[in-house]
Nanobody
């Protein structure tokens, strides 16, 4: 069983920064990609950023130039980060980590709340 544990959420003023972390109890060799999603009340879940096993990344248009996804992968664990700069009130949401593994397995974290005040 793979566990994804997010941390780093909180309350920040508009224009501020936060860094989210997602610790995954899995070897990098099993990962196809990992993503950050977000979901605000009454809105659809939105993919924010993805990092693939080879290290390439892509971002939602709404966060390009402001958010950066990165990864550390020491032995048998993977930590994915989401550096969020120039935060806006519309970035307020629960941020969830997602892992797509080999053999069609996928996992979600429990989420971490990000609130941006105007």
């Amino acid at each position: 069983q793979v566990q994804l544990v997010e941390s780093g959420g909180g309350l920040v003023q508009a224009g501020g920064s936060l860094r989210l972390s997602c610790a995954a109890s899995v070897s990098i060799s099993r990962i196809v990609f990992m993503s950050w999603y977000r979901q605000a009340p009454g809105k659809q879940r939105e993919r924010v950023a993805t990092i693939f096993s080879g290290g390439s990344t892509n971002y939602a248009d709404s966060v390009k130039g402001r958010f950066t996804i990165s990864r550390d992968n020491p032995k048998n664990t993977v930590t994915v980060y989401l550096q969020m700069n120039s935060l806006k009130p519309e970035d307020t949401a629960t941020y969830l980590c997602y892992a797509q593994l080999q053999m069609g397995q996928n996992y979600w974290g429990q989420g971490t709340q990000v609130t941006v005040s105007s």
